[in-house]
């Protein structure tokens, strides 16, 4: 079966399951981080914030986007750690602005890339 929408569970999902990837490979991302400083420390604070994002989203059970994005966005800013943790809450936050129920693939798009515009550093 083929998906053409995102709804709130399968975002939930992908965090979680992004979540995990950050916190597997941030020693990798650590030794790469050399901008504005190479303090060697960008995967370790997306990590945390993510790790703070997944710890409040894991028994949530929302089935509309608008609710569980609220919810990463609300995580993200409380639990942002370093410039990096304070970028993904500022696109997490900008994300949950589409409040909407479910997206198809070009919706999605849309709201990522109004967040990614809110960015600092464009």
Do not use: E, W
Not at 73 to 89: M, V
């Amino acid at each position: 079966m083929k998906i053409t929408y995102i709804n709130g569970f399968r975002f939930k999902q992908a965090i979680l399951a992004g979540a995990n990837h950050v916190i597997d490979a941030q020693g990798t991302i650590n030794q790469l981080n050399v901008f504005p400083v190479p303090d060697a420390d960008t995967g370790s604070n997306m990590a945390a914030t993510l790790s703070a994002i997944a710890k409040n989203i894991l028994h949530h059970n929302a089935s509309k986007l608008c609710q569980i994005s609220k919810r990463v966005a609300d995580s993200a800013l409380t639990g942002a750690r370093g410039n990096s943790g304070s970028i993904l809450a500022q696109f997490f936050q900008s994300v949950s602005l589409a409040n909407t129920t479910a997206a198809d693939g070009i919706g999605f798009q849309t709201a990522n890339g109004s967040a990614s515009k809110n960015l600092p550093m464009q």
